[in-house]
């Protein structure tokens, strides 16, 4: 089965600039998530959707960050404006509601100057 | 933040040694998960262990739970080159939430 995809892998903006990342996840997985994932450290839980509700949202940050997904598929997560401090790699994952388990796409890695 | 820290942060290695990476957490969990990460890729999922299980195994993979101790353990036995790449525990709460709470990761280098 194909796995989650992201786009774009690489992006370079200038602070204060806006940037948007694209999720496709697993065909048939109800749950999708967005991970923050600065160097060195594990991944940290931006926003969580089932189906195209969201189900926590409690550690993005609501005033720079957004995310929706549409018609409970494919998921965009923006930054507006970017910080310096929101250089990392922007992971998305899915999951089947029964499976506890999570797929992982390659990430988009964003670099703010 | 993050849920818990792993131990040791790097670990280097010859290739047919085996490699212990702990993890330690702060709450009460459903289950507890082991990832790989290649660098530069996304996280790959390798084993669960359940909060009602004390040991598993899978393949070249064995992971202990200690639920007294909040700890766990992953053990790569004969370790190849290939398995160079950054190991994750991370966490299942046991409330409805099914979000993973990631600890700081190992960085596990095995030298051919």
């Given at each position: 089965?194909?796995?989650?995809?992201?786009?774009?892998?690489?992006?370079?903006?200038?602070?204060?600039?806006?940037?948007?990342?694209?999720?496709?996840?697993?065909?048939?997985?109800?749950?999708?998530?967005?991970?923050?994932?600065?160097?060195?450290?594990?991944?940290?839980?931006?926003?969580?959707?089932?189906?195209?509700?969201?189900?926590?949202?409690?550690?993005?940050?609501?005033?720079?960050?957004?995310?929706?997904?549409?018609?409970?598929?494919?998921?965009?997560?923006?930054?507006?404006?970017?910080?310096?401090?929101?250089?990392?790699?922007?992971?998305?994952?899915?999951?089947?509601?029964?499976?506890?388990?999570?797929?992982?796409?390659?990430?988009?890695?964003?670099?703010?100057? | 933040?993050?849920?818990?820290?792993?131990?040791?942060?790097?670990?280097?290695?010859?290739?047919?040694?085996?490699?212990?990476?702990?993890?330690?957490?702060?709450?009460?969990?459903?289950?507890?998960?082991?990832?790989?990460?290649n660098s530069?890729?996304?996280?790959?999922?390798?084993?669960?262990?359940?909060?009602?299980?004390?040991?598993?195994?899978?393949?070249?993979?064995?992971?202990?739970?200690?639920?007294?101790?909040?700890?766990?353990?992953?053990?790569?036995?004969?370790s190849r080159a290939a398995d160079t790449a950054?190991?994750?525990?991370?966490?299942?709460?046991?409330?409805?939430?099914?979000?993973?709470?990631?600890?700081?990761?190992?960085?596990l280098q095995v030298q051919?």
């Amino acid at each position: 089965e194909a796995g989650v995809a992201q786009s774009p892998r690489y992006k370079i903006i200038e602070k204060r600039q806006s940037v948007a990342f694209w999720c496709n996840p697993i065909s048939g997985h109800a749950t999708l998530y967005w991970y923050q994932q600065i160097l060195g450290q594990g991944p940290k839980l931006l926003i969580q959707f089932q189906n195209n509700g969201v189900v926590d949202d409690s550690q993005l940050p609501k005033d720079r960050f957004s995310a929706e997904r549409l018609k409970g598929v494919d998921s965009t997560l923006k930054i507006q404006p970017a910080k310096l401090e929101d250089s990392a790699v922007y992971l998305c994952a899915s999951s089947l509601a029964v499976h506890p388990w999570q797929f992982f796409g390659p990430g988009t890695r964003l670099t703010v100057l | 933040s993050q849920q818990g820290e792993e131990d040791p942060q790097a670990l280097s290695i010859q290739e047919g040694e085996n490699a212990t990476m702990n993890c330690s957490y702060k709450t009460s969990i459903n289950n507890l998960q082991w990832y790989r990460q290649n660098s530069g890729r996304g996280l790959v999922h390798l084993i669960l262990i359940r909060s009602n299980e004390r040991e598993k195994h899978s393949g070249r993979l064995r992971v202990t739970l200690d639920t007294s101790k909040k700890s766990s353990s992953l053990l790569i036995t004969a370790s190849r080159a290939a398995d160079t790449a950054s190991y994750f525990c991370a966490t299942g709460p046991d409330t409805g939430r099914r979000a993973l709470t990631f600890g700081s990761g190992t960085r596990l280098q095995v030298q051919p």
